[in-house]
């Protein structure tokens, strides 16, 4: 099991490009940014719907990605020199991997019995990044931040005083 972050918030950012940016310019400060943690929080998994999924699509994407991986076996096959050139090789790895890719790609695609007929791409997005760093070093680091102009306004504990 992994540990919790631990550190005080030194820095708020909407995106994870702004947090990434607020920690280059700690480094660029020659800052220790071994102890600084970048923390996504309000995590949530976004499933983006690209399109609809046919039996075409299916048929064409398992083709084509199989015939890929045919050109990567034709090109082996022939740089061993056991297929009598490259021509031969490489069409016989296309046909064979493409055929193959089509069958890799139907059969579960025939099992789903029409119950997903889209694609889609799924991520996990943050509603805000957070800087933690360690406590003896936040001070400084939560200043250089606020420079950046890119913090939403977290401020570290104020340890002086």
């Known amino acids: 099991m992994r540990p919790r972050p631990t550190g005080w918030p030194v820095?708020?950012?909407?995106?994870?490009?702004?947090?990434?940016?607020?920690v280059d310019t700690l480094s660029d400060e020659e800052f220790d940014v071994s102890k600084v943690t970048i923390v996504g929080v309000d995590l949530m998994e976004v499933?983006?719907?690209?399109?609809?999924?046919?039996?075409?699509?299916?048929?064409g994407g398992g083709a084509l990605s199989g015939a890929w991986i045919g050109i990567f076996f034709?090109?082996?096959?022939?740089l061993l020199g056991l297929g009598g050139g490259?021509?031969?090789?490489?069409?016989?790895?296309?046909?064979?991997?493409?055929?193959?890719?089509?069958?890799?790609?139907?059969?579960?695609?025939?099992?789903?019995?029409?119950?997903r007929d889209f694609t889609s791409q799924t991520q996990i997005v943050a509603g805000r990044y957070d800087v933690l760093c360690e406590p003896d070093l936040a001070?400084?680091?939560?200043?250089?931040?606020?420079?950046?102009?890119?913090d939403r306004g977290t401020q570290a504990p104020d340890t002086e005083g």
């Open 11 to 22: 820095g708020s950012f909407d995106s994870y490009v702004d947090a990434q940016a607020a």
């Open 86 to 115: 490259l021509l031969t090789p490489l069409l016989i790895g296309i046909t064979m991997g493409a055929v193959f890719g089509i069958i890799m790609a139907v059969v579960p695609y025939a099992f789903s019995g029409g119950r």
């Open 74 to 78: 034709g090109l082996f096959i022939s």
């Open 47 to 59: 499933e983006r719907v690209i399109g609809r999924l046919t039996w075409g699509r299916v048929i």
């Open 139 to 150: 001070p400084r680091a939560r200043d250089i931040i606020a420079r950046t102009g890119l």
